[in-house]
């Protein structure tokens, strides 16, 4: 034994204390007077794009519902965790909004990934779950205790098919990229594609990084009888791809996803994109819409005070988690009480709920609860959206 | 009695103890759980601390190896239907193989190029688990059933304590062998080493494989623990992370490895409420250490109390 050995010892049992002291200073049992609303998002790194609007949504319309006296005449308080893109980081915060900070509501998950990854906890510990991702799996078998807002890719497809259909084209081909969106969007459109008596003649992929897609679409172009072709991805490949398309003279009408529903798309295309139709959600196109449509207030009222808290145009991420607050707090109101079984039976008899990212009817058998009238089918003209009608 | 006082018996039994009472301050169901990560994350740095701290050869892929047994154990359970500890057993031996083969020509490396040779070799391990998703399900990540008989959070909570006891008694028992002295003879100079009769390629190798499968075992436990893998456990952020453990802990220091697991565990959850400043403060905290504390947390204490012992 050496006094080293022996110093080591004092030190692990000091650590050993400073842990402990940690662990306990972390628990802080106040009881819970506020409504607590608890989200995990990918607030930093590559999909901050998603939970940055989603964050600030939450919080400016948490501090509009609090200035107007809160729900049920209690406070709201939201509790937040930045999870990047890390399905552990995203496990161990959702623990902890459930076990340690016991909120009554969680909305919240930017990636499927994230979602996926907490729905066994979610589950377990029995407390209502909105997720703001895209996947279909999220409700598709239907989990007793997980809801979502945003339209998934199946819809996209469905809804690209449907305009094929009024056009009268069926022989199309599928253009994807190789990341988690592009591919799971050609696997559902691939899937979809018998039911609305589509033939997919050709498929190909692109990577991520690619900067030139001619020899995809020069294949594509010498396949016999192609009337549409379909691109499935998001970032900066599409317009890429939409780009070589022209280049390569292609005439048949170009569909791209909800993806590259963004004012960036048509900058990086540019002319290129005329005549490019797409699926997205009416948020888009706010003052487009015709006064009927029961959508226009809320997307341009959304649209409006996004803009005016935090400057710069709102995109469809910050509507899903605006959809999200608004169906929980409603459900909170029917219920009467927070209670985690009441309210998640009102989620899920949520009915006719206009948001931005269209009408919501939930049943025991959806529980994300839009169809295919929630996509409006645009067309870029002049570098600008317009509505196919 | 003496004995009680050496690291090996001494410090075990510290270990033992505090993870024998900790469950009693432990109030709620997310403090377990950052228990139990900090027991993963130290089983890993304990198996990179041989590595890096004794044999001195730095790798920046580790992340890519708990990757491989995580996504072993997922594959082989989920689509193949495999005993979960028969694919644990597999992926290890996959992970402890493939090191093998890669070890030799990597292990030639020095420096830099060392550094450079598992980072490229843990890229695309992560690259291939990104896009081969007919397998792995791609960046979404894949579900995977857990161990049947682990029914409640405390029963991994002990699982995983008894693991980490058991590599933390592993470790030392290496270090304090004829192997750990040769690795050391390695770390303070290779040709010294080779002039002594040490063969230091096939012990470079050896230790190489079994940090591999330390990291593999690791994630294949973690797999099953959490239910859910995705991509990013394999990704170089984790390996960076995992050094940064190993380094903050202290090289060369077991103990420093748990030490350093526990305080990197803990800290960003700690650090939580600062929001938007919580990875200035974070990297401040690091930066602080290794400036003031450059051998380390585990070993610069030591001293320190090495010092007061004295005077």
Known sequence: MTSRQKGLKKSLVALGMVAGALAVSASNAEAADPIKIGTFLSVTGPASFLGDPELKTLELYIEELNKGGGVLGRQLELVQYDVGVDSKKAITAVKRLVSQDEVDVIIGGSTSGATMAVVPIVEKAEVPFISLAGAVAIVEPVKKWVFKTPHTDKMACGKIFEDLQSRGLTTIALISGTGGFGKSMQGQCTKLAPAYKINIAASESYGPKDTDMTAQLTKIKGVDGIQAVVNTGFGQGPAIVTKNYRQLGMTAPLYQSHGVASKKFIELAGDAAEGVRLPAAALLVADMLPDSDPQKPVVQGYSAAYSDAYGGSVSTFGGHAYDGLQIAVAAMVRAGSTDKEAVRNEIEKTSGYIGTGGVVNMSEKDHLGLDLSAFKMLEIKDGDWSIVR | ?311
């Open chain 2, 1 to 311: 009695m003496d004995k009680l006082k050496s690291p090996r018996t001494g410090g075990l039994l510290i270990l033992m103890a505090i993870i024998a009472v900790l469950p009693a301050f432990l109030d709620n169901a997310f403090q377990v759980e950052i228990a139990i990560l900090i027991f993963f994350n130290a089983i890993v740095c304990i198996g990179l601390n041989l590595l890096i701290g004794y044999a001195g050869q730095i790798s920046l892929g580790h992340g890519a190896f708990v990757g491989l047994g995580a996504y072993g154990s997922a594959i082989l359970t989920a689509h193949q239907g495999w005993d979960p500890l028969l694919s644990m057993v597999a992926a290890a031996t996959f992970t402890g193989v493939l090191c093998f083969v890669i070890a030799r020509p990597i292990l030639k490396l020095k420096g830099h190029y060392l550094a450079m040779a598992t980072l490229g070799m843990g890229i695309i391990i992560s690259i291939v688990i990104n896009t081969e998703d007919q397998l792995t399900g791609g960046p979404d990540g894949m579900y995977v059933d857990g161990l049947s008989f682990m029914t409640s959070q405390i029963h991994w909570y002990w699982l995983i304590g008894a693991v980490l006891v058991f590599s933390v008694w592993a470790s030392l028992n290496l270090i304090h062998s004829p192997i750990g002295r040769a690795l050391r003879a390695v770390h303070g100079s290779e040709v010294a080493a080779e002039v002594v009769g040490v063969d230091t390629t096939q012990y470079k190798v050896l230790i190489f494989v079994v940090s591999g499968v330390f990291a593999s075992v690791v994630g294949s436990l973690g797999v099953y623990y959490s239910n859910f893998v995705t991509p990013d456990i394999a990704g170089f952020f984790h390996s960076i992370e995992l050094v940064v453990m190993v380094v903050f802990g202290g090289m060369a220091s077991t103990f420093g490895a748990v030490v350093g697991a526990a305080i990197l565990t803990i800290l960003p959850q700690v650090l939580t409420f600062l929001h938007d400043f919580e990875h200035l403060v974070f990297g401040l905290i690091l930066m602080l250490t290794m400036i003031f504390l450059p051998k380390g947390l585990v070993p610069t204490l030591a001293d320190l109390f090495k010092k007061g012992d004295k005077s």
